[in-house]
């Protein structure tokens, strides 16, 4: 009777008290897969939001160079073309699992990059917008390991739900059932 009474008991507001989840229940491991997915997909999106502001910062430099005088303007037309290519050679979450893919387009960067830097230079310290939009893709160029190791982290959260609670996946429907683990930029030996 006592327990009867315990589970009959109203809240403090005097409503009925909320159920709550079963944390193995399959409505526990869609909601969760869906806040580890969440912050997998912020994580990638302030990363190519980075890497989209070093490329319009390249753009921007390349165009301020081509107007000023002494630059090699044919030079940074072309290092221009080249930087608007790079686009066609970024990975993405999927096509980063070749990590063929991810090394082609590091280095067609740092290419580019490296030649809009020896370009710049003349003009770095009589130029205040080649110095400051030098420095921007400088620094969007230096965070690139540290947003690949916090995409990381958010996918090993992810990939270890998956394998975790895959029972439990696999009752929440046909979306959850076939999910595979995302690749990592992290190298396996």
Known sequence: MLLAAASCRKTAD??????????????????????LRDTVNSRWKQMMNSDNQKLVATTAVLAELQR???????????????????????Y?????SA?????????????????????????????????????????????VAGYRVRYDQAVKRYNSYIQLHEQALKKAGRKYAKLQPLPLFELKY
């Not at 989840?21 to 969760?32: E, F, H």
């Not at 000023?68 to 970024?90: C, F, I, M, V, Y």
């Not at 009589?126 to 400088?138: A, W």
């Open 14 to 35: 005097n409503s009925a008290p909320t159920a709550a989840i079963d944390p193995t229940s399959p409505a526990a491991a869609r909601a969760q897969l869906e806040v």
């Open 99 to 143: 990590s063929e893919r991810i090394d082609a387009y590091d280095l067609a960067q740092d290419s580019v990059l490296q030649a809009v830097y020896t370009l710049a230079q003349p003009h770095y310290d009589n130029n205040q917008d080649v110095q400051s939009l030098t420095e921007t893709i400088k620094v969007a160029d230096s965070e």
């Open 68 to 90: 000023l005088p002494g630059t090699n303007a044919a030079q940074a037309k072309q290092l221009a073309q080249a930087n608007e290519r790079l686009l066609g050679l970024r």
């Open 92 to 96: 993405d979450q999927q096509t980063m």
